[in-house]
């Protein structure tokens, strides 16, 4: 039997709705082959048949963003329903009748995960908002009671989550609109069904995802389904039958005989997204480096290993295709060979492979040598250094296959290996702690180490002067601070340079120009040098007493650098620019790359030798430079001419010698879907291995874990379906942070909704749409302001949209319908005043109204802060922990400080890594004030807070949300408000990539706190006063965790005293009457 991987099961009368493919598939009941349905560009998902089993509703986000649609059961064209432009969607059933469909989604909205109830006709119109605040899945019997799934609604992506917002039912048991949370045992419980005068839900309270019941109060909770391996997933139910996922399959519980039976379904298939396929090599392109002769290149794409010469010629893959990964590919000097890590057994291993031939590899290791990091060559061909995941530095001998560990870093993973031309030293960055770096060098033969810095800061890249003369590298000495352009504060931005450090006490500064003949000149010398390339490097002396007192700052600007890397008489680095961050992404973040600067020795200057500079290589003969710019590879002569200072450092576009642009798609990647799916899937679990914070990972059995899902994996037939079998995997460790990223997914074409930053309803009287309400950003950033505020439009609230691109707009032809595919674009509008005269305008839509909103929501809160206090209280929100977060904390902070008391929210707050920077600075204690003649008292510390402080936290605070709101209570900065948070608090660093881009996190570093020790994780931080919002606080617009955090702060106020300068007793320096 041909079977998929199933999920988001719906059943009505005879037939069963799933997705398999990424598309939509029905299959009788009782089981047997299935028939496709759709065919869609993007992914279908949360299909619900109605009640007559004759309509399908699904998710598809064929045209970009997940939307709604409905077809016909029997197969036919999905009609698209809903034109909101959400980042997420979902569905929860149909009304009773089959005239409605209810469902939830994230429309403009500046947290993300915060979805919202709607219903819209089954016939089309524009969806009505149910005005019940967060909502995950909704079910409604016949008599109008209703019950609500909260915060989540799939338990198996963090298995026995126990935190703030593990999912919650609430229940209007009389359908009067009034809602109590159900008494359910701790758990995640998600998926409420109410059939009959029962609530069925799926949750995990006794340690697996199962199918329960309980009355609609919460009482006599009694399991149904008895899953003992995988999770119940994504249940839904024709009040006859619950049908869920569990394992890739799909399981019908009978509610009147309380049985489960597995349904068994085939789907035939040729399986497309399975097939064979061939990629260009620049998409994915990974390490790099030109053979010894300066001649080819070694590259790797999507973990297969190519050779080829630079710029026309065959092209040699080495490896198994897809079946395994090879990384950190390198020359032997001997130019016949490869080597490298491969994992064709498993697990990592360094291989070598001869050069133009694509056989069996020599396996040059045994055991476990962690996961290499770092791979370099010795210049003689007898060793390989190589830095691992465990922050060792081992070195392996090439004709013995021995591995000896010279060094380990106890702070940071040891990197910027580089051998002395001799080869007989090592050189490389070291960390005696988390925070700083130092340069040490090892022997190789005896492996005595050596520092050769001082720990001050970073000391990081170090490179040989090929002459055996100086070491290079790239420090952070330069304690320039500048100041803080909007409050008192002093930073260092421009902290590194280039560094050169003199080997021997004879050897005198590079920095010191030298006495030249007239008729000699830069070129010439240089020429005597190529020619001596074949020389054998002399034995380089290296006098270690005094060495870390011989380290001089090349004679450039201060800044960010990036890469070192050494040539003879040529030192070569790249700069970025300093620049500030875009508070939520988008382009400002994409700063390029940096410029590559020559630094020569010779003539004492520095020359741009190109720019937009990602990564660069230097070829084992000294002078053949590889740079990456975006997905380009560029071959130049790091000992050729510098250009002179006009020169733009953009070379020729196209590909060839005179560019030295390499065409990398010369080489073609086979992808074989299957076989590539199975490595990642090994890869993911073994990162999980290597890189989680205790090695016995938290006492789970990883080994049956990763049987447990391999299992399930021959069923997998798309990207997708990897990537939630990855997520249900790593979901065993019942931790936080391990995450499953981006990739090779099937991309739909992006049809992106323009929005015009306005509420409006229909008016059917005027014909239009009622302008309700216009939101205002920020007028200076036009992308964070309602198009309709332009200035000089004069468009006002009341007023009405008629028409939108010269199309008439109705009841059934929404504005949103004529915005899709406008995004960022201009487009003429209709419109009509109050006294109805007409006119067109022209606006640019934004592509996104969620920074428009976030700023509403925020300035709302503060005017009723303001409002209920007369102006004594501030207010600020603070919506992560990140570049955002740090700017508005600020932006509210640096006006409303100085007031009485000042209220600090984090709701909603999505984490990041700044919360001590705004811990430090709230808990800044006034203990004195300057005082002048004309200006105002000013307090001591600058920037501290006037009088009390409240906080407000919430269920969606997380990670370093998580922390702040800890922090907050252990420094006792004041009340805590809200609910109990996220509780996610092993972080991560995000830099591990799979072959097709996947990026996979492991949580490697666990927090641990004085009075909780790491009872955090997994549950949260408790507020000091529990206030939660119901659906119907939403539905009345009441906001009673702001409302309690008023009344605290009021005591607050009564008890505190302020504490200000006595100015009647101020000095008398009265003259003395003599």
Known sequence: MSQGYYRYPSIAGDLLVFVCEDDLWSVDVGGGAARRLTTGFGSATFPRLSPDARSIAFISNDDGNPELYVMPAEGGAPKRLSFLGATLASISGWSHDGSEIFFSANPSAWYEREMRAFAISAAGGSPRELGLGHVRALSRDANGRTALGRNADDPARWKRYRGGTAGEIWVDIAGSGDFERLPLPDGNPVWPMWIGERIYLLTDHEGIGKIYSCAPDGSDLRAESNESEYYARFPSTDGRRIVYGAGGRIALFDIAERTTRTIEIATHSSAPQTVRRFDDASEMLEDFESSPAGTHLAFVSRGQAFSMPLFEGPVVRYGEGSRSRIRLVRWMRDGKHLVGVTDRKGYEQIARWSAGENGEPKVLTVGDIGRPIELELSPNGETLAFSNHRHELCILDLAENSIRTLDRSPGRPISGIAYSPDGRFIAYSWSPNSNSSILRVVKVKSGKIHDVTTALRVDRSPQWDPDGKYLYCIASRDFRPLYDALQFDLGFPQAERPYAITLRTDVPSPFVPKPKPLHRDHHDHHDDEREKKDEKPADIEIDFD??????????????????????????????????????????????????????????????????????????????????????????????????????????????????????????????????????????????????????????????????????????????????????????????????????????????????????????????????????????????????????????????????????????????????????????????????????????????????????????????????????????????????????????????????????VDIRYNRGGHVSPLLIEKLNRKRIGFDVSRYGPVEPYPPESVGGPIVGITNQFAGSDGDIFSHAFKLYGLGPLVGKRTWGGVIGINPYHHLVDGTVTTQPEYSFWFVDVGWKVENYGTDPDVDVDIAPQDYHNDRDPQLDRALELMDRSLAAHVEVRPDLAARPSLRLPEC
């Not at 002078?623 to 975006?630: A, E, I, P």
């Open 546 to 903: 005094g060495i870390t007192g011989r380290m001089l700052a090349f004679p450039v600007d201060e800044g960010n650098y990036g890469d070192l890397l050494a040539v003879k008489g040529r030192a070569l680095f790249t700069r970025y620019p300093v620049r500030g961050i875009a508070p939520q992404g988008g382009d400002d973040d994409e700063h390029g790359g940096g410029a590559l600067l020559s630094y020569d020795f010779e003539q004492q200057r520095c020359a741009t030798l190109a720019r937009d500079v990602d990564e660069m290589r230097l070829g084992p003969d000294g002078r053949t430079l590889l740079y990456s710019t975006g997905t380009r590879l560029r071959a130049i002569d790091a000992l050729g001419d510098l250009p002179e200072d006009e020169d733009d450092g953009k070379p020729p576009a196209e590909p060839g010698r005179k560019s030295g642009f390499i065409d990398c798609d010369r080489a073609s990647v086979e992808v074989l879907p299957q076989d590539e799916w199975a490595q990642m899937y090994r890869e993911a679990w073994r990162l999980q291995t290597e890189q989680f914070w205790v090695a016995d990972l938290s006492d789970v059995d990883w080994d049956r874990v990763f049987d447990r899902y391999k299992a399930v994996l021959p069923r997998v037939r798309t990207r997708s379906e990897l990537s939630d079998l990855i997520w249900e995997m790593h979901g065993e460790l019942g931790t936080s942070h391990a995450y499953e990223m981006g990739g090779d997914l099937r991309i739909p074409p992006q049809y992106r909704r323009g929005f015009l930053g306005a509420d409006y309803r229909w008016d059917g009287e005027r014909n239009g749409y009622r302008i309700e309400r216009i939101y205002r950003g920020d007028s200076w950033d036009r992308s964070a302001d309602s198009p309709l505020a332009e200035p000089g439009l004069e468009v006002r609230e009341g007023d009405y949209l008629l028409s939108i691109a010269g199309a008439r707009l109705s009841a059934e032809i929404a504005p949103e319908r004529l915005l899709v595919n406008t995004a960022g674009s201009e487009i003429a509008l209709g419109i009509a005043n109050k006294r109805g005269d007409e006119r067109t305008i022209v606006v640019k839509t934004l592509a996104s109204e969620a920074s428009l909103r976030y700023r509403a929501w925020v300035e709302r809160n503060r005017r009723y802060v303001a409002e209920k206090t007369g102006g004594a209280v501030g207010y600020l929100h603070v919506p992560d922990m990140g570049p955002w977060g740090f700017a508005e904390f600020h932006r509210g902070y640096l006006s409303e400080f100085d007031k009485r008391g000042l209220i």
